[in-house]
């Protein structure tokens, strides 16, 4: 099978396409002929080298497809099923081995790129709004990145929470895509000179100076800064990524300042703990786009082996909602 390898970090002319052996599967696994596998920002992370992983690497995390055989032991799915899944490394491939921790059933009426579409910044997305900082209607966020792929999933989300939703983003169109997932105000922070002092000024004009609830900031260092000034009393800054570049230590001193705030710093593997939590999430997830109030963006897709250049459009700004490789 082909499948993507990055022999050393680096940036994404690391990553190159090589002939292997299908993935041998466990008694307990499933072998899945990959339909649409995601590209993630955490992919990008783990190839140069912010995240520490076994090289020679095989990215990708996610993706959707249907199971071309079954370990002896598997009494959870069977050859022709369409399962979706999320935190199988490797899964810039042909074929993935899935473990039933990582596995979801797609189900009728999904298709297999919305779901690869939907896996992890949609499990992301729900549990940022629905655990993270559980939000109500009394609540306004701020969701940075407001068109990204985790970005127009969480304003959805958060909107039929019924919270009140100020988006950021750097472009018209961008602007567009975030008003449609249902941000009433957006914020254009590439116009800022200081965005440490531009940001939180523009938030407390649309909160009649009261600040934000929450702010979910997975764009990190150029605006981690401005997202905490941008906090009403208590409130909470969710730090879920750092696509500017990672968050440097920082005095605690500072919540007590800006009025008794909090900083989480979570990772979506500590939100899928049991068999449970992952049905409830992905279930809610899946009936909102059978149903259509859950819109997936797919705003890009490439062939496989143009991995490198879907990471170079998602690393300069230039993509929308998700980014799939097809094989
Ligand atoms: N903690 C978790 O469990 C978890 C899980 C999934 C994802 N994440 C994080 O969520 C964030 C979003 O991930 P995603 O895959 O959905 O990516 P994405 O939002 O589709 O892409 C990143 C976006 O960040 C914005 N951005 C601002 N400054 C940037 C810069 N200097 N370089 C690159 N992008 C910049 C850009 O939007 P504008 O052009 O509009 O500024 C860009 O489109 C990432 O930080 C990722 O690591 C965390």
Not at 96 to 101: H, I, P
Not at 167 to 192: C, H, M, N, P, Q
Not at 272 to 288: N, V
Request: overall charge negative; charged content about 25%.
């Amino acid at each position: 099978m082909r499948a993507i390898q990055a022999d050393t970090a680096g940036g994404p002319e690391q990553m190159r396409m090589v002939d292997v052996a299908d993935p041998e599967i466990r008694p307990d696994q499933v072998l899945v002929d990959v339909a649409a596998s995601g590209v993630n920002y955490i992919d990008t992370y783990q190839r140069s080298g912010v995240y520490d992983v076994a090289r020679p690497f095989r990215p990708g995390l996610e993706g959707a497809g249907v199971v071309a055989a079954v370990g002896a032991e598997v009494d959870w799915a069977a050859p022709g099923d369409r399962l979706a899944w999320a935190g199988t490394l490797g899964s810039y491939a042909d074929r993935v081995a899935l473990s039933r921790e990582d596995a979801y059933r797609v189900p009728d009426g999904v298709e297999l790129d919305t779901a690869a579409a939907l896996m992890l910044q949609g499990l992301t997305a729900h549990f940022l709004s629905a655990s993270c900082f559980p939000l109500e209607s009394r609540h306004t966020a701020l969701v940075h990145a407001g068109a990204g792929g985790v970005g127009l999933l969480l304003t959805q989300l958060a909107v039929a929470r019924g919270a009140r939703v100020i988006t950021t983003v750097s472009r018209d169109d961008k602007e567009e895509l975030s008003r449609a997932a249902g941000a009433s105000d957006v914020i254009r922070y590439e116009t800022f000179t200081d965005i440490a002092t531009d940001l939180p000024r523009a938030v407390r004009d649309l909160t009649d100076g009261e600040g934000v609830d929450v702010v979910y900031d997975g764009v990190g260092a150029a605006t981690f800064d401005g997202s905490l000034e941008s906090l009403a009393v208590r409130g909470t800054l969710v730090l879920f990524g750092g696509a500017s570049g990672q968050v440097p230590p920082f005095d605690l001193q500072r919540l007590n300042r800006g009025g008794s705030l909090s900083v989480t710093r979570p990772s979506m593997v500590h939100y899928l703990r049991t068999d449970e939590e992952r049905s409830w999430r992905a279930g809610e997830l899946f009936s909102a786009v059978a149903s259509g109030k859950l819109d997936v963006r797919i705003g890009a897709t490439y062939p496989i082996e143009e991995a490198p250049a879907a990471h170079r459009a998602l690393e300069a700004r230039g993509t929308t909602g998700k980014v799939l490789l097809l094989p």
